[in-house]
Every structure is written in C-alpha cells, then in structure tokens.
C-alpha cells in the first residue's frame, strides 16, 4: 500500500487508515487486536481513534477504545513506532466528558493526558478537535436553515480559536502531541485556523477529517479544494454511509447488532428514501460492471484527486479485508461515468 504526506507535516501514512469506533461495544478487546495486527500486515500504518469511543457513545464505554489500542501498544511495545496514532478530543454536548463542556485551554491539557494514559503512549502523532464548539453544517444539518451563521459572535469564537491554537502549541513543545488535526470542521474552519497559527506562529492545522462518500458529497469541490491548495491532508470518514453502501440495509433489512439497530447520538439520518434509491442505482452499476457494492463505494473514494487517507472501519475481520482489497480495485472511465450518472441522480441523498 501507498504511503502519502500528511498535509505540511513530516508523517507518511498509508493511503488507507484504520479507524477504531466500533471497539468496545461492537468489537471486543481480543477482536480489535486481530484488525490492528492485520491491518499492519496490510500495509496499514494510520490508526485513528478518540477519546469519546465507542460508538454509539455512552458513559460506560467512553475511552474504552483508546484503552483497547493502548493495551495492544503495552503488550507490543517495540511496535509503536510502526504507525502513526490520532486521537480526537470531544467537543461540546457530551455530559460524561467535562460536563459536556467546549473545547478549551484547560480541556486540551486534561483530554490529552487521559488520553495519553489511556493509549500507553508518550506522545500523539496527530491530535484533532472533534468538532467546533460553534454549531456546524454537519451531521445531517448542511440543510438550509438547520444552521444559522449570523447566530455565531465571530470575534468571541477567533478568540476561542486562538486559545484552542496555544494550549496545543503548549502540549507540543511538551513533546506529548506531534502534530494537529480537524474534524467536522468547515473550509472556515481550516483557514481561520491557518491564519491564525500564521499570524501568532502557532502550529499549523495538517488535516482535517469530514464524512464523505457517494451518499454524502458536500465537501466536494469546495472543501477539498481547500485543503488540497493550503496543504491539508483531507481523510474521509464513513465513506461507506454507516454501513449503507455495503447493500445491507436494502429492502428495509436491518440486522441484527448493525448500526441502525443502535440508539445513535444524531439519529439514524442516513436512513431516507433518496438514500436507498441512491444505493440500488450503485448496486445496478456495480453489478453491470462485476464489482461488489463495497468495491465500487470504497474504491471510488480512495482514488477521488484530492483524499490523503480514507477512514476505514468494520465489525468483522471479512469486512476489513474486503474494504483493504477494495483498495486494489480499478475503476475504469465507462464505471466513473456510470457512476457519474447516479450522482448527478442523487447529489445529496441525506
């Protein structure tokens, strides 16, 4: 597997990154040591997790799936230095984490070291912020009028920008985080940021990590050309939809310990109409063209001009493979133009 650059940092990861969520509810501690051992044999060598896992969150399994990647690093101590290592910071609203408190000075310094202690490690190569403190367009709320800009006190949230920027500027030159991240972030976001760190000499943001996948195109083009034209690694998340575009929800199937079976934080919102005409147009090309529905989901997205690093997860050690040899997969120009065609169908299914 390929390895690229990291926005402006130092790192190289693999063009494909293990994401952890489903560790502690849906996946055991033994489980989640089998898909890090085989996603390094892989080629793998980007992990991502948060300090608010599992998921769907909850109190008695907050932190559990750093603690499971930290005790995997303890029992192979000699191998932490084989992958890079993100972690995420909560943002405002969950009530077990800081009392449901924003993201602060005070709440990086104590979130970086629990998660520090959680993941066994003396340092972080990629810390990102969950999310804004300010309401953002994501989450099923890039709908008109589910967010209103004019509600945000623009100096008071620079202000809280420039905090954020050094408190972890502060855990940097303390050696416990080597470079930062967004999430759920927007292309104001990335560059007050940037501007920011260039008008105090504050670390630069290197990435930023937004969901996307054929179901859910709003970065597409604005955001990414963003991050592509200041050197910001962009890493998709969720690039199958939840799940959806593995086919397995079609016909109103929904099995057993799935993801929509769960009480889910947001609600299940990517369950529309528009969403399962959406995945039976794809399911028609991928089946002209001989591909699984998987294939051509993630296959499309790894190879989007503009992705760094996909953010891939799975419950089951057959899901990984396929979603790691989906990365293999070549998709011609007539399956892009079929693919195109659905697209244009279903601009924004959820």
Same mark, same amino acid.
């Given at each position: 597997? !390929?390895?690229?650059?990291? @926005?402006?940092?130092?790192?190289? $990861?693999?063009?494909?990154c293990l994401g952890s969520m489903t560790w502690g509810n849906q996946n055991t501690q033994d489980e989640a040591f089998a898909q890090i051992d085989y996603a390094l044999e892989r080629g793998i060598n980007f992990i991502d997790t948060a300090e608010m896992y599992a998921v769907p969150p909850s109190k008695e399994t907050s932190g559990l799936t750093e603690t499971y990647i930290g005790n995997w690093i303890a029992t192979n101590k000699s191998r932490r230095d084989e992958f890079v290592l993100a972690t995420k910071i909560a943002g405002v609203g969950i009530p077990w984490i800081r009392d449901g408190g924003k993201i602060d000075g005070d709440a990086i310094r104590q979130a970086v070291d629990g998660s520090l202690r959680r993941l066994q490690t003396d340092y972080i190569d990629l810390y990102q912020l969950h999310w804004p403190n300010r309401m953002s367009p994501h989450f099923s709320k890039h709908w008109p009028g589910q967010v209103d800009p004019t509600d945000t006190d623009i100096e008071q949230e620079r202000a809280g920008l420039l905090e954020i920027l050094q408190a972890l500027d502060e855990m940097m030159q303390a050696g416990k985080i080597r470079h930062i991240g967004l999430s759920d972030d927007t292309p104001w976001g990335i560059s007050e940021y940037l501007r920011l760190a260039e008008l105090h000499d504050l670390p630069k943001m290197v990435s930023?990590?937004?969901?996307?996948?054929?179901?859910?195109?709003k970065d597409w083009p604005y955001l990414i050309e963003n991050c592509v034209f200041n050197d910001v690694a962009y890493l998709?998340?969720?690039?199958?939809? @939840?799940?959806?575009?593995s086919g397995k929800y079609a016909n109103g199937a929904k099995p057993a310990g799935c993801r929509w079976t769960m009480q889910q934080r947001n609600g299940i919102f990517r369950d529309t109409a528009h969403s399962h005409e959406a995945i039976a147009a794809y399911k028609e090309v991928a089946d002209q063209h001989d591909l699984s529905l998987v294939q051509l989901s993630l296959a499309w997205v790894y190879q989007l001009a503009g992705v760094t690093s996909t953010i891939i997860g799975a419950t089951?050690?057959?899901?990984l493979a396929e979603d790691l040899?989906?990365?293999? $997969?070549?998709?011609?120009?007539? $399956?892009?133009?079929?693919?195109?065609?659905?697209? !244009?169908?279903?601009?924004?299914?959820f």
């Amino acid at each position: 597997m !390929k390895t690229v650059k990291l @926005g402006s940092s130092d790192l190289q $990861v693999s063009e494909v990154c293990l994401g952890s969520m489903t560790w502690g509810n849906q996946n055991t501690q033994d489980e989640a040591f089998a898909q890090i051992d085989y996603a390094l044999e892989r080629g793998i060598n980007f992990i991502d997790t948060a300090e608010m896992y599992a998921v769907p969150p909850s109190k008695e399994t907050s932190g559990l799936t750093e603690t499971y990647i930290g005790n995997w690093i303890a029992t192979n101590k000699s191998r932490r230095d084989e992958f890079v290592l993100a972690t995420k910071i909560a943002g405002v609203g969950i009530p077990w984490i800081r009392d449901g408190g924003k993201i602060d000075g005070d709440a990086i310094r104590q979130a970086v070291d629990g998660s520090l202690r959680r993941l066994q490690t003396d340092y972080i190569d990629l810390y990102q912020l969950h999310w804004p403190n300010r309401m953002s367009p994501h989450f099923s709320k890039h709908w008109p009028g589910q967010v209103d800009p004019t509600d945000t006190d623009i100096e008071q949230e620079r202000a809280g920008l420039l905090e954020i920027l050094q408190a972890l500027d502060e855990m940097m030159q303390a050696g416990k985080i080597r470079h930062i991240g967004l999430s759920d972030d927007t292309p104001w976001g990335i560059s007050e940021y940037l501007r920011l760190a260039e008008l105090h000499d504050l670390p630069k943001m290197v990435s930023i990590q937004n969901e996307f996948s054929l179901l859910h195109l709003k970065d597409w083009p604005y955001l990414i050309e963003n991050c592509v034209f200041n050197d910001v690694a962009y890493l998709p998340w969720s690039p199958l939809a @939840g799940g959806a575009l593995s086919g397995k929800y079609a016909n109103g199937a929904k099995p057993a310990g799935c993801r929509w079976t769960m009480q889910q934080r947001n609600g299940i919102f990517r369950d529309t109409a528009h969403s399962h005409e959406a995945i039976a147009a794809y399911k028609e090309v991928a089946d002209q063209h001989d591909l699984s529905l998987v294939q051509l989901s993630l296959a499309w997205v790894y190879q989007l001009a503009g992705v760094t690093s996909t953010i891939i997860g799975a419950t089951s050690m057959e899901q990984l493979a396929e979603d790691l040899d989906a990365y293999s $997969v070549a998709l011609s120009a007539e $399956v892009l133009a079929d693919i195109d065609g659905v697209i !244009k169908r279903f601009p924004q299914p959820f």
